[in-house]
C-alpha cells in the first residue's frame, strides 16, 4: 500500500542561484522547504505565508474559547493585511491543540458593499481543493474570497484564502472541537502557546452555560475574560461546573457506512458527591482490650483524631471499652474540644472485647439527644470477640437511635480506608447505612495529615463504589471498582451493535444509587467530528470516515471545508497554476489515505496507482519488509533526484539502499508531464 503526504510539491525545486530566479520563484521554494519541514516533524508554532510578497502579514489572532462540559470550543479569528500592490494569497499552517479537529471556516466578503462573513461548505477534499483551483485561477472576472480549511495529518491543517487585496485587511474565522479532561470536580485543558512565531492568540475565556465557572491557571475569572499566551509555557483552562445530580453523562452512538457503531460514553462524578451532616452528634467506641496491642490503642486514638477534625460544628462523646464502657472523657462536648482532650488519653489494656455492651450504650446516649440531628457511632476494635457475639446480637443493641454506624477492624497497612464487605458484621453496619473498613491508624505525628484525609471517607460518602454498567445490550463496558467524587468514566469505541442507553449503577456507602443516560443528539455529532482527532481514527476505513466527518461537520482526511462568496469566478488576479514557479501543488488536493483497493477520483491515468504498483513490487523485490518512506523528484518523465530511503517498522539497510536503486532505475512513462513535481511516498507490504 503506498500513502501521498501532500502531492506534487512537497520537495523543493533543485538549488539555483538566487539572481537568477523570479520572485514567483522565491516565495515557491521558501513554501515548500516550509511543507517539508512540517511534514516532518510537529512545528513549535503555526506558519505563516504569502503567495506573492511578504508584505502580506498577520495582524490579528483572537480565539473565542468556550468551555463546556466534556469539551471545549474554539473560534479563532485570523486577520492580515495586504501591504503589497496585488491581490495575493495567504497560507496558514496550523498546528491544533491535540485531540482537535476543525468544524467550521468562514471569510469575511462583502454583499451589497456591506462585510458579511460566508459560511464554508463541508466537501470531499478532492472536489474542495479543485473547485479552490478553479476560483482562485486566471479569469476575466473581478476578485473575490474563497477559503479552502484542509487536513494534514492528525494536528496539522492547513488554510488558503484568496485573493487578500492591496492596502486592505482580509478576516478570516475557523471553529475547533477539542475534548476537555474531567478531574478534581473540573473540566480541565491545557493549551500550548497557540499562534506564529511572531503573534500569539489572545484568548477571551467564557463558559457555556450559565452559573459553570471558569478557572485560568488555578485563579477563578469572570466570563469573557481576556487572556495571554506566554512564550513557551502552557496555559491551563478548567469549568467547575453548577452540577446537581452525583452524576452527570453523555452517550453518543452512530452508525458508520460498515455497521460498526462509534460510541463514546462520558459519566461524570459531581465535585462534591455529599456535603458533612450539620450539628450532629457522635459517639466515637475505642476497643481497650488487651488483644490490641499499645501501637494499635495509640494509633486507634490518632484516627479518632483525625475523624473529630473533619467535624465543625457537631458534638461528641468519646467510650472506651473492655469488659465494661467507661467515659474517661466525661459527656459531650464540641468536636473540636473532644479531639482536644484525646491527646492527654491513655487507655490501659483490660480483658474483655464488650462491644455489644459498647454499641447499647451508644444507642442509649444518642436517644437521648435532639431527635433531628444526624447521628453517628464510630467503632474501632480489632473485631476479636467472644464466640456468643452473634450478628443478631449486635443488630439488636442498636434499637433506638437510628444512628450511622462504622465501623474500622484496626489496620496497620495501607494509608487509606477500604471497605471490608466481607466481613461478617458487614450486614449491621450496612442496615444502618454505613459499612465496615479496614481502618489504618497510625500515632506517628508525621502521619497525621494522612489520617485527616483517609478519615473523611467516615464523614460523607466520596466515591461510588460497586459499580456496574448495564448498556441494555450484549455490550459490556469495563469498569474500575469505584468512581471518586470529581472524577470520570469516559470510553470511546467501535461497537459491533448499537446502544440507546446506558444506567450506572453503584452505592454511596451503602445505600443504592443509579442514573440513566440516553443517546444524545448534540453528543453524538460531537464525537462524529471528534474522532478524527483521537487514536480511533487509525481503526477507521475511509468508507467509514465519511459519514462521520459529514454528520460530524469535521475536516478530515476525507473532507474539507470550502468557504465562497456566491458568483465567485476566476479573476483576474488568479493565481498562475502550472506555469512555473508561481504555482503550488499542495491546493490540488487533501492529502488521502489509500485503504483496502479503494479507487481515488483522478485524471484517466493515475499517476499515484502506477507509483504504488511500480515502488510496491520494488520493495518486495528488495526483502522489505513493513512499510518504508521515500522522496523523490521529477522533471517531466525523468527522476532527478532520489532522498534516502527509510525503513519505518524495519531498519533493514540492504533492502533501503535496493529501494533507492530501484527508483533509480524506474522508467518513468510520458504520462508525467509536469515541469518539476516533488513526491513522499509510503510504501507498505
Not at 24 to 44: I, N, T, Y
Not at 129 to 140: F, P, Q, V
Not at 198 to 218: I, T
Request: glycine residues 8%; charged residues 25%.
Amino acid at each position: 500500500m503506498l500513502v501521498m503526504l501532500g502531492g506534487p510539491g512537497n520537495f523543493p525545486v533543485p538549488a539555483r542561484s538566487n539572481r537568477c530566479m523570479t520572485w514567483q520563484a522565491k516565495v515557491w521554494v521558501a513554501l515548500v522547504c516550509a511543507v517539508s519541514m512540517l511534514l516532518a516533524r510537529r512545528a513549535e508554532a503555526d506558519q505563516f505565508s504569502a503567495l506573492r510578497s511578504d508584505q502580506l502579514v498577520e495582524k490579528k489572532h483572537r480565539i473565542d474559547v468556550r468551555l463546556a462540559r466534556g469539551h471545549a470550543t474554539l473560534v479563532v479569528e485570523r486577520v492580515v493585511f495586504n501591504g503589497g500592490p496585488r491581490h495575493d494569497e495567504a497560507i496558514f499552517w496550523i498546528e491544533v491543540p491535540q485531540g482537535a479537529v476543525a468544524t467550521g471556516l468562514r471569510t469575511m466578503g462583502q454583499l451589497q458593499g456591506k462585510p458579511k462573513w460566508f459560511a464554508g461548505e463541508l466537501m470531499e477534499a478532492e472536489a474542495a481543493a479543485a473547485k479552490y483551483r478553479e476560483l482562485t485561477g486566471i479569469g476575466g472576472y473581478y476578485p473575490k474570497d474563497p477559503a479552502l480549511l484542509s487536513w494534514r495529518h492528525q494536528g496539522l491543517l492547513a488554510l488558503q484564502v484568496f485573493p487578500c487585496p492591496p492596502g486592505e485587511e482580509k478576516r478570516v474565522e475557523y471553529t475547533l472541537e477539542l475534548p476537555t479532561q474531567y478531574s478534581e470536580g473540573k473540566h480541565q485543558l491545557l493549551l500550548d502557546p497557540l499562534g506564529t512565531e511572531s503573534l500569539l492568540a489572545e484568548l477571551v475565556v467564557r463558559p457555556a452555560e450559565r452559573g459553570d465557572r471558569v478557572f485560568v491557571n488555578g485563579r477563578e475569572v469572570k466570563p469573557g475574560a481576556r487572556v495571554t499566551f506566554v512564550r513557551d509555557q502552557q496555559l491551563s483552562l478548567a469549568l467547575a461546573p453548577n452540577q446537581q445530580g452525583f452524576v452527570e453523562g453523555e452517550l453518543a452512538v452512530r452508525a458508520t457506512a460498515e455497521q460498526r457503531y462509534l460510541r463514546r460514553v462520558d459519566l461524570y462524578a459531581a465535585p462534591q458527591l455529599s456535603e458533612v451532616p450539620k450539628q450532629a452528634d457522635l459517639i466515637v467506641l475505642l476497643d481497650g482490650s488487651r488483644s490490641i496491642a499499645e501501637p494499635l490503642r495509640a494509633g486507634a486514638i490518632a484516627a479518632a483524631q483525625a475523624y473529630l477534625s473533619h467535624w465543625a460544628d457537631a458534638e461528641a462523646q468519646v467510650l472506651v471499652f473492655d469488659r465494661q464502657v467507661h467515659a474517661p472523657l466525661g459527656g459531650f462536648a464540641s468536636a473540636e474540644q473532644a479531639a482536644l482532650d484525646l491527646e492527654a488519653l491513655t487507655v490501659s489494656a483490660k480483658n474483655g472485647s464488650n462491644v455489644e455492651a459498647a454499641l447499647l450504650e451508644a444507642d442509649r446516649l444518642l436517644a437521648l439527644r435532639p431527635a433531628k440531628r444526624p447521628r453517628r457511632i464510630v467503632l474501632f476494635t480489632d473485631a476479636l470477640t467472644h464466640s456468643k457475639l452473634t450478628v443478631e446480637r449486635l443488630q439488636a443493641a442498636l434499637p433506638n437511635s437510628n444512628a450511622l454506624v462504622h465501623i474500622g477492624v484496626l489496620s496497620h497497612q495501607g494509608v487509606s480506608l477500604v471497605r471490608f464487605d466481607e466481613h461478617p458484621w458487614q450486614s449491621v453496619a450496612r442496615a444502618s447505612g454505613g459499612l465496615v473498613w479496614h481502618a489504618p491508624v497510625e500515632a506517628d505525628a508525621g502521619a497525621a495529615e494522612a489520617l485527616r484525609d483517609a478519615y473523611e471517607d467516615w464523614v460523607r460518602p466520596l466515591r461510588l463504589d460497586r459499580l456496574s454498567v448495564d448498556t441494555h445490550s450484549r455490550i459490556e463496558l469495563e469498569l474500575p471498582e469505584a468512581l471518586a467524587e470529581g472524577e470520570a468514566l469516559s470510553g470511546l469505541a467501535l461497537d459491533p451493535v448499537g446502544i440507546g442507553r446506558v444506567t450506572l449503577r453503584g452505592e454511596l456507602w451503602a445505600s443504592p444509587v443509579q442514573r440513566t443516560v440516553a443517546v444524545s443528539t448534540p453528543a453524538t455529532v460531537r464525537w462524529s467530528a471528534l474522532v478524527f482527532g483521537s487514536p480511533l481514527l487509525d481503526e477507521l476505513s475511509e468508507a467509514e470516515m465519511m459519514p462521520l466527518a459529514l454528520y460530524g461537520g469535521a475536516v478530515s482526511p476525507v473532507t474539507s471545508y470550502l468557504a465562497i462568496e456566491p458568483g465567485v469566478r476566476p479573476s483576474t488576479e488568479g493565481i498562475e497554476y502550472g506555469s512555473g514557479g508561481g504555482g503550488r501543488g499542495f491546493g490540488a488536493a487533501a492529502p488521502r489515505v489509500r485503504m483496502g483497493g479503494t479507487k481515488v477520483s483522478g485524471p484517466p491515468f493515475d499517476h499515484h496507482a502506477w507509483l504504488d504498483e511500480q515502488l510496491s513490487d520494488a520493495w518486495r523485490a528488495c526483502g522489505g519488509r513493513g512499510s518504508a518512506n521515500v522522496g523523490f523528484e521529477t522533471t517531466l518523465a525523468e527522476i532527478v533526484l532520489v532522498d534516502e530511503a527509510r525503513g519505518l517498522s524495519y531498519r533493514d539497510l540492504v533492502a533501503d539502499r535496493c529501494l533507492e536503486q530501484a527508483l533509480w532505475e524506474l522508467d518513468l512513462p510520458d504520462q508525467f508531464e509536469a515541469e518539476h513535481e516533488g513526491w513522499q511516498l509510503f510504501v507498505d507490504v
